[in-house]
């Protein structure tokens, strides 16, 4: 079974501190995806990697960015974390682009 | 606006009876995929359902897509207590991007 995991559950922060939030995949997948879920909006996309070190925006990067050093793992940085960043942020995977996607837990942020 | 909408937001229904949740979407799409979403945790997916294909089955779901209206709808049939969760629909408006609906919050009651 794919297995998308999540550094953090939960995870409570300060406006202005530089937020990290993993995500690691151990199926070998090309693709790797950060959403963030909000009421009544649905995923949004933030950023998209189809290798390693290659990275595409989706529909709200403002805010934010990422890494892929490795294949198996994407990580999403908030480089100075706002109140309106308060979200779930949800991770995935998927093989080909247009294949399903395998979805971490997601990590539920607040910025005080 | 977003690409992809489930109708309705929220439904509610008796245990037994059958649920069906709509999405609708703007632009060609080569697939469409349905997942479902537990409270507060990561989606799961259903079923995808390409382009020249009207009808998809898997277990309990059954997923119809009508290109020509650019909608979808996802019949679970004799719900459980354990369907309760939100679906959500995804299209590929755009090459590696999904677009996701805001979903279908489903309540089945025991």
């Known amino acids: 079974d794919v297995k998308v995991t999540q550094s953090s559950r939960y995870l409570v922060k300060r406006t202005g501190e530089k937020v990290f939030l993993e995500c690691v995949q151990d199926?070998?997948?090309?693709?790797m995806f950060w959403y963030r879920q909000d009421p009544g909006l649905g995923l949004r996309l933030i950023y998209f990697?189809?290798?390693?070190?290659?990275?595409e925006k989706g529909d709200i990067p403002e805010g934010y960015s990422v890494s892929r050093e490795k294949k198996e793992r994407f990580s999403l940085i908030l480089e100075s974390a706002s109140t309106n960043q308060t979200s779930m942020y949800l991770c995935?995977?998927?093989?080909?682009?247009?294949?399903?996607?395998?979805f971490g837990p997601g990590t539920r942020l607040t910025v005080t | 606006s977003q690409q992809g909408e489930e109708d309705p937001q929220a439904l509610s229904i008796q245990e037994g009876e059958n649920a069906t949740m709509n999405c609708s979407y703007k632009?060609?799409?080569?697939?469409l995929q349905w997942y479902r979403q537990n409270s507060g945790r990561g989606l799961v997916h259903l079923i995808l359902?390409?382009?020249?294909?009207r009808e998809k089955h898997s277990g309990r779901l059954r997923v119809t897509l009508d290109t020509s209206k650019k909608s979808s709808s996802l019949l679970i049939t004799a719900s459980r207590a354990a369907d309760t969760a939100s679906y959500f629909c995804?299209?590929?408006?755009?090459?590696?991007?999904?677009?996701f609906g805001s979903g279908t919050k489903l309540n089945v009651k025991p």
């Open positions: 995804a299209t590929d408006a755009h090459f590696n991007k999904f677009y």
């Open positions: 359902i390409r382009s020249n294909e």
């Open positions: 199926m070998d997948h090309e693709n």
């Open positions: 990697s189809y290798d390693v070190k290659m990275k």
């Open positions: 632009t060609s799409i080569n697939n």
């Open positions: 995935a995977s998927s093989l080909s682009p247009t294949y399903e996607q395998y």
